[in-house]
Structure formats: structure tokens, C-alpha cells
């Protein structure tokens, strides 16, 4: 399982709905079926320069957005990457 290694998202595990029939017709003939799913996170394996040093880490997609919003990763957040 991988991990984000700046914001520590990692794969939960959540339920998923099946809206069968009633939901549009105002009854509920069956009811919804709850069954387990797990959501992923996008974890990619980038090379990021950090203090001078280039590094290879696992980062989600969203912090790399951030990354090259602002540019650096001590702009946004106060991490320590190892």
C-alpha cells in the first residue's frame, strides 16, 4: 500500500450504494444494496529536488498540482521529506 509521503494519504476503505429502483419513482420496492469498496489514492513516484538534492518519492497527484502551483513544496506546506 502506498503511502503520499507529503500529505499521508494513503487507501481507505469505504461502501458503496446501488441505487436499484425508487430513488427517481418515489418507492423503494428492493432496498439499496451496501457493499465494500476500497477508494485509491493516485500515488505517483516523482523526482523532486529538495534542498538542492533530487530525490525520488511517492507523492498523490493532488500534492504534485501543488508543487507546480507554487513551485517549491516548502511554500505550501511545512514538511520534512526523507
Do not use: D, E
Not at 3 to 9: E, G, L, M, P, Y
Not at 18 to 47: D, Y
Amino acid at each position: 500500500m502506498a503511502v503520499c509521503q507529503i500529505c499521508n494519504k494513503k487507501t481507505i476503505m469505504g461502501r458503496s450504494i446501488s441505487h436499484k429502483r425508487g430513488v427517481a419513482g418515489k418507492r423503494w420496492q428492493k432496498r439499496a444494496q451496501v457493499t465494500p469498496r476500497l477508494f485509491i489514492a493516485n500515488i505517483q513516484k516523482k523526482t523532486i529536488v529538495v534542498n538542492g538534492v533530487s530525490k525520488q518519492i511517492n507523492i498523490c497527484a493532488k500534492c504534485i498540482k501543488r508543487i507546480n502551483k507554487f513551485g517549491s513544496i516548502k511554500t505550501y506546506k511545512s514538511i520534512s521529506v526523507l
